[in-house]
């Protein structure tokens, strides 16, 4: 018989999983930390944030948008609506590792969706 968990992803919500599963996710979460740290030593390395949908809340993501770039709200709102309308994706700026989180964070509580390249993109990228 699976033993069923509740299994928190921070930003999107909280699952019902097998027990085997969240124990496996736990540890690829743990060896991807491990991965970041590697290659964002000290957390000082520079990395593109990316806005790739704005939700439903388009307002509030106009608002994180306008305070992440300092854009003026005509700008911002154009920009916000290239992603909204066309699903283009918007690079939102380039943050240290840290800032850029938590900038991510804030334009996901907004209900936007964002992406962050991980360890294994940026070190393919530096392989290139």
Same mark, same amino acid.
């Given at each position: 018989m699976t033993?069923? %968990?509740r299994f928190e992803i921070p930003g999107y919500g909280?699952?019902?999983v097998s027990k085997d599963w969240a124990e496996s996710i736990a540890m690829i979460t743990e060896q991807a930390a491990q991965a970041t740290l590697m290659v964002y030593?000290?957390?000082d390395m520079v990395v593109?944030?990316?806005?790739v949908d704005c939700g439903s809340r388009r307002i509030a993501v106009i608002k994180e948008?306008?305070?992440a770039t300092g854009k003026t709200l005509r700008d911002s709102k154009r920009d916000t609506d290239r992603v909204f309308q066309n699903g283009e994706r918007l690079l939102v700026g380039n943050y240290p590792f840290n800032q850029a989180e938590a900038v991510a964070a804030a334009f996901?509580?907004?209900g936007a969706t %964002?992406?962050?390249p991980s360890a294994l993109?940026?070190?393919a990228r530096a392989g290139t």
């Open positions: 033993t069923l %968990v909280s699952f019902t030593p000290g957390a593109p944030l990316y806005l948008y306008r305070s996901r509580s907004a %964002v992406h962050m993109e940026m070190l």
